[in-house]
């Protein structure tokens, strides 16, 4: 490592000083907005499991020890067979398209309303089932809001010089693919004017990112009663009896704003409109699916937003086609073949020692009270680790069995069997246990209702972490990781979740004011830096700001008490865990709707809080990782 980092360059700039060289050749490969860090340990993950299904398709036996296996590989080859796919063109989709065109009024679409959602189509009442963030043993309903057209609420604005020509790009792009669809001119013109104003209508009501951000926030208990009252248009008590067979106590309400416009949104006089936008989201939805053209052409927004030059070739997409519907199978897969136990273990005593610092840390803290502080242990010890892969498969792939019907006829059978499966878990008991992401995912999570921290097997590599690499560069980069996730349970969304994973205040006033002090100071850190997409928006990355900090401080406290210490070693693996390039397109995208900051500034401005940093390389006033100790934000 230490013959490519620029070593006259880290007082002045970590990030580049570790990944300058790297930075000046790499190219981002023309089917994506990135390269680098994350993004190529997915790449490497993509090509070893592509060569490996490949193999596995063409074999005239297919290994049959795995029937789960068995069936994900039925159904790869119903997406890499385009030869098929590009012959029926659209005509898979033609029987799920006419059920919206059909569509007479408003009362014919509130009575098809329950068999519509099981069938997945968009709606302007999405339900969904999750723990109840008061009461996480069971499972509650919640009523969210519509995803809009462009990325994010501020896209709207007259300010934003993005909003026209997105809009433009995304008519464009329906425009070529009811074409294929083999609609009308006029009718295509018609159904995207309808379609982009019933979107319209909804921007004042919803919550931007920022406001998503707090997602506290988003638990607003209604009774059955005050919720169904929301609507005098269509019968909400109705389609939720009907949509999970029972007659629930309350609804959990993500955005009051927008169901206090629902009847205003919904009605006789706007349903035109709202089945354009319906059948407008069900062909985008259909068309990865169908022919390569309609796949191709039903991305060229995406595209434009994120930055990729051209669209995936087809093998490829029918590849993350394939995996994302058998996501756990393909993880299992994955896990099993190519993560060891040795790995398994060590990772696991890392997480172990990692939350022991942190416990250390808390019973020291000094502005938490000793009230607060034992709670927080507390919660701390009742902290769950998963790492690796989960011990059974998810139930649900069981179900998945191929059919002989189109690529698509499978997907949206296996759609309604996931979505009855959904509504069933209402009221029942929370499996925490259950994994929501697969093993291959190149990333970690904290679930605040589960208390629990995950990491997937496909993490659990270089530069993150390797038997190779030495304890502190490990600590500089999967430890970091690790503690990451674990100060989540601490960060200002976090805390507001108790051991169990209840939405409980367990601060006490002074304590609680204290740390919304601290976390105003990480706002103020971050916010308005400017990088090349524009300025940093401090309020809406401060909570993994939080965990950023929490984690780097912990690991490094745990890379400082081996033996063979190197600090050095530890930071610039910490840098080089951030290195990416990426499309300006989606540097502005993330800007603008992303909770965590730039990966250049997690890099460099979590170390200038640290003073190890400082007397480990030297850094002076005059260098450009100096930051003025009364600037310094150290939480946890």
Known sequence: MSDKINQSLVKDDLYL???????????????????????????????????????LSSADTPDPRDPYLLEFLKYYKLATDFSKRNADGFAPARKYLKKIED??????WEKQLTDLTLAGYSSPVPLYVEPDMKNTKLYALYAGVPSLILPDKTYYSPENPSSEKLLQVYSTMLTKLLELAGYSSAFIQKTITRALAFDKSLVPHVKDSTELA?????????????????????DLHHYINDLIGHEPNQVIVTEPKYYAALNKLVNEETFTNMQSWILVKAILAVSPYLSDDARTTAGIYSRTISGSKEAMKPIKSAYYLATSQFDQVVGLYYAHKYFGETAKKDVTEMVKKMTNIYKKRLSSNTWLSKQTREKAVVKLEKL????????????????????????????????LIALRDHYAKW???????????????????YNPSYN?????AAILQAPF?????????????????????????????????????????????????????????????????????????????????????????????????????????????????????SSLE????????????????RANIQPQNLADFYTTFNIRAKDGMYLDPAKRVNIW
């Open 17 to 55: 000083a570790v990944n300058g060289t790297w930075l000046k050749t790499a190219k981002i490969p023309a089917d994506k907005p990135l390269t680098g860090g994350f993004a190529d340990l997915a790449d490497n993950i993509e090509k070893t499991l592509m060569h490996d299904f490949k193999e």
């Open 103 to 108: 569509l007479k009024d408003l009362s014919d």
């Open 214 to 234: 707090d997602y506290v926030k988003s638990y607003n208990k209604y009774s059955l009663t005050d919720f169904t009252d929301t609507s005098r248009q269509f």
């Open 384 to 415: 769950g680790i998963q790492v690796g892969y989960p011990d059974k498969l998810d139930p649900l792939y069981k179900k998945f069995k191929v059919g002989p019907g189109s690529l698509l006829e499978n997907s949206l059978a296996f759609d």
């Open 427 to 445: 009221n029942k008991e929370v499996d925490r246990t259950r994994w929501e992401m697969s093993a291959h995912t190149v990333n970690a999570y």
């Open 452 to 456: 629990i921290i995950v990491f997937p």
């Open 465 to 581: 972490y390797s038997l190779k690499q030495s304890a502190s560069e490990n600590y500089g980069g999967i430890g970091a990781v690790i503690a990451h996730e674990i100060s989540h349970a601490f960060d200002n969304n976090g805390a507001h979740f108790d051991e169990l994973g209840n939405l409980h205040n367990w601060w006490t006033e002074e304590d609680l004011k204290h740390f919304e002090k601290l976390s105003q100071k990480m706002v103020t850190e971050f916010d308005g830096l400017q990088t090349p997409a524009g300025k940093v928006n401090g309020k809406l990355v401060v909570s993994e700001n939080i965990a950023d900090a929490g984690g780097l401080s912990c690991a490094l406290e745990a890379a400082k008490n081996e033996p063979d210490a190197d600090l050095k070693a530890f930071f610039y693996n910490w840098a080089s865990v951030w290195c990416m390039k």
């Open 586 to 601: 989606r540097q502005k995208l993330l800007l603008a709707i992303d909770v965590h900051a730039p990966h250049e500034l």
